[in-house]
């Protein structure tokens, strides 16, 4: 997640129900992706000759001769279109056996219901933070048996956090499709205005208090410009709590009352203490009616955000930037080591599939570095990372200087944990991040409580 791309009413606080559409729409928006979806139920449940059913060995069938129809589900729209042309297109001609029939996807609620009843697509579009609960309650077949005969994947291809995310108690179960990470937009002109060195964006949060403070500039009974806001846009409680060195998770314990990230969240509280939340939301609330990300309005000194959002510039006739900015890693508390954590999605195949090998096939070569490569060069790639190191070289993407940032992060950045209570610790998050913004109880009681529901979801959840 994706990390999500910014949409009009999104710069408020988001409250804990809005959780779950944010894991379900994943990270950035990145990848050319639709969220729209245009199958039918009866196209959906079809499937291929039953006499095709793969045998129980790993061997791939691409050379027999038998024909085999692949069931993928995909995003609809223009990425079905674009994607059948520049990838599956490709994998067809290699594969003269194999015949990809793409359904676009409904929902995560059908395709649960079709691995219940046996009648799963053989390959199936999903965010990757969602390995983890998918894997624990048997809804994906593992790909490590596959990868352990096949030599064409390697976790070295892979940036290390990315592939971890696709893993589940060491066993793979996706392949990496796309990448994306946050890092700060600074607003130069701001800065020079403020008189600080445009050149010089702050690297630590103590220099990022007192360059934001700089900044802000009343007017009437609200603000004019603001010089930051700890949750506006991707400024999510898991984002700041990585910048304060803390922890999510420590083996398969999940921590989120780790006294680093109840420092953060003491932190952002402190921020909407001295600004006054009511007139932040005022300005938010100004903001979300240009139906731009805030940050191109010119009225932001400092904001956290994926690389995505450098594609409004050729994509959002309405982003027209008047004035100097840069991108920079996001800073870090004082001590601690300047960071970004990554989201994304995958490519899976669901407990069940009618031909296990062929999907392999399938798999190996989308996640691949022929697939990947083929989608990342693609006209409209815009500043979409792929979630392979040698890719993104070869498609020179360090000539761009703010891509460039992101792309160098990519190397150290985090993950959210790979649990089968993921929802849950990232709904969590967000009800203490909303009630400690709002004066609604103590960072630390909030996260502990945080602690107490969290453990209870994940002791139901493994519960034998």
């Known amino acids: 997640m994706e990390a999500l791309s910014w949409r009009p009413g999104m710069i408020k606080f988001f409250v804990a129900a809005l959780s779950v559409s944010l894991v379900l729409t994943g990270c950035g928006g990145t990848n050319g992706e639709s969220e729209t979806s245009g199958a039918n139920a009866e196209d959906a449940t079809s499937t291929a000759n039953p006499e095709n059913t793969a045998s129980a060995d790993n061997t791939a069938s691409t050379d027999s ?7 993928f589900w995909g995003w609809g729209g223009k990425f079905q279109t674009d994607y059948t042309k520049i990838v599956l297109s490709e994998f067809e001609k290699k594969h003269p056996n194999i015949k990809v029939k793409y359904i676009p996807e409904q929902g995560i609620e059908k395709l649960t219901t079709l691995i219940a009843g046996g009648t799963p697509p053989d390959v199936a579009i999903l965010d990757r933070f969602m390995t983890g609960a998918w894997a624990a309650k048997g809804s994906l077949e593992s790909l490590t048996p596959y990868l352990e005969t096949d030599s064409e994947v390697s976790a070295d291809d892979y940036y290390p956090s990315v592939w971890a995310e696709a893993n589940y108690k060491g066993e793979l179960f996706a392949m990496p499709f796309g990448t994306d ?7 130069k002109t701001l800065m020079k205005e403020a008189g600080l060195d445009p050149e010089k964006p702050p690297t630590t949060v103590s220099e990022l208090d007192a360059a934001a403070e700089k900044i802000f500039k009343k007017t009437g009974s609200g603000y004019e410009q603001v010089g930051f806001i700890p949750w506006m846009n991707q400024g999510f409680l898991y984002t700041q709590g990585w910048n304060f060195g803390g922890e999510w998770a420590k083996g398969e314990e999940l921590t989120p009352n780790d006294p680093q990230i109840v420092k953060a969240l003491e932190w952002m509280a402190g921020y909407a203490k001295k600004y006054d939340m009511a007139k932040i939301n005022k300005f ?10 805030p940050f191109w309005t010119g009225k932001v000194g400092f904001v956290y955000d994926g690389n995505w959002i450098l594609n409004d510039l050729t994509s959002n006739a309405k982003v027209k930037p008047t004035f100097e900015w840069g991108v920079a890693p996001m800073p870090a508390e004082d001590g601690q080591t300047q960071t970004t954590w990554a989201g994304g999605w995958s490519w899976a195949m669901p407990k069940g599939a009618k031909h296990p ?3 392999w096939e399938l798999l190996k070569f989308i996640g691949g570095y022929e697939g990947t490569l083929l989608w990342g060069k693609r006209a409209d790639a815009g500043n979409d990372i792929t979630a392979m190191p040698q890719v993104n070289e070869e498609l020179k993407m360090t000539e761009k200087p703010q891509l460039k940032v992101f ?6 950045a985090h993950t959210r944990p790979v649990t089968p ?6 709904d969590e998050s967000f009800k203490a991040s909303d009630a400690a913004l709002n004066g609604k109880g103590e960072p630390k009681k909030l996260l502990d409580e945080a602690k107490k529901n969290v453990d209870s979801e994940l002791k139901k959840l493994t519960a034998k």
């Open 421 to 426: 209570a993921g929802q849950k610790l990232w």
């Open 284 to 293: 938010n609330d100004v903001m979300g009616k240009t139906g731009i990300n």
């Open 357 to 359: 090998k062929e999907a």
């Open 181 to 187: 990470n946050r890092a700060m937009y600074y607003n």
């Open 65 to 71: 001769g038998e024909k085999v129809t692949l069931e």
């Open 407 to 412: 792309v160098d992060l990519m190397e150290i």
